[in-house]
């Protein structure tokens, strides 16, 4: 008799293995199915922490932006500024040259013509002189000739000393002052397409420095869509494994 309920509780615990390995089998697979919803929350987790941080060096990109901005422009205006100042100066060495400058040279080299004319007309009255005189009175033929030599000599010179002074005052007038000029009309022209060309630069800076911070603008922009999208999915992964719970703690009552 003891005999037999041996057999019969071994037969027993050979009918249950089966189940006991179902029941083994289903709790591993039950541990099994909840670790992919942890991985899947880190997942959603290192996407927001990657999301603000691409936002945070979004933003650092559009302040570099902005302060590389100012830099560029506040250079070119000092550009600018720069050759404004040279045109001025160009412009008031020119007219001072005009008002100033060239009038008295032209003024300086009348007054040496003007003396040469007087000692020509010197000269002539003094050799009338003695003509006249020597022509009445009766005189050494050596001493009249000596005299009226030297009076002709003295006139001779100073025709000679008035074209001089005719010729460089000509040469002042057409040459020097009116080379002069001409070469500070160029200077002042040249600081005028400087100065315009400075400007331009400007203009262009203003541009492309729109344009950077507008391209800053928009890639901080993404970054904060980026972000919001993934703290949304992470809210909708929450709400679906709670849901998920509550279905199943419902199912298990």
Same mark, same amino acid.
């Given at each position: ?9 071994? +037969? ?38 990657? /999301? ?5 060096? $979004? ?6 932006? *902005? ?6 422009? +506040?250079?070119? !205006? ?6 404004? #100042?040279?045109?001025?100066? $160009? ?7 005009? +008002?100033?400058? !060239? ?13 040469? =004319? ?17 022509? @009445? ?16 000599? &003295?006139?001779?010179?100073? @025709?000679? @000393?008035?074209?001089? $002074?005719?010729?460089? !005052?000509? /040469?002042?007038? &057409?040459?020097?002052? $009116? *080379?002069?000029?001409? @070469?500070? /009309?160029?200077?002042? !022209? *040249? ?19 729109? #344009? ?8 901080? /922009?993404? =970054? ?5 999208? +993934? ?23």
């Amino acid at each position: 008799m003891p005999r037999m309920k041996h057999c019969l509780r071994l +037969a027993s615990v050979l009918l249950l293995l089966p189940l006991s390995s179902g029941c083994v089998l289903a709790i591993g697979n039950k541990g099994q199915a909840a670790s992919p919803k942890l991985g899947a929350t880190e997942e959603v987790d290192e996407e927001i922490v990657e /999301a603000e941080r691409e936002l945070a060096l $979004a933003k650092l990109d559009l302040a570099l932006a *902005q302060k590389k901005s100012e830099h560029a422009l +506040a250079e070119k !205006r000092e550009g600018v500024e720069q050759k404004r #100042a040279a045109r001025a100066a $160009a412009a008031k060495e020119l007219q001072l040259f005009q +008002a100033v400058t !060239r009038p008295h040279k032209l003024a300086a080299a009348d007054i040496e013509l003007d003396d040469a =004319k007087r000692d020509v007309w010197e000269a002539e009255q003094e050799l009338e002189e003695l003509r006249a005189m020597y022509a @009445k009175e009766q005189f050494a033929e050596r001493a009249k000739e000596l005299v009226l030599g030297r009076g002709e000599k &003295s006139l001779a010179l100073a @025709k000679r @000393k008035l074209e001089l $002074a005719q010729a460089e !005052r000509a /040469a002042l007038e &057409s040459g020097e002052l $009116a *080379q002069h000029a001409t @070469k500070l /009309a160029e200077e002042l !022209r *040249q600081a005028d397409v400087e100065q315009q060309f400075a400007q331009n630069e400007v203009a262009l800076a203003e541009l492309e420095a729109h #344009a950077e911070l507008e391209k800053a603008r928009g890639e901080l /922009a993404a =970054k904060e869509r980026a972000l919001v999208k +993934a703290k949304t999915g992470a809210k909708d992964g929450e709400k679906s494994d709670k849901d998920g719970a509550q279905a199943g703690a419902k199912a298990g009552a």
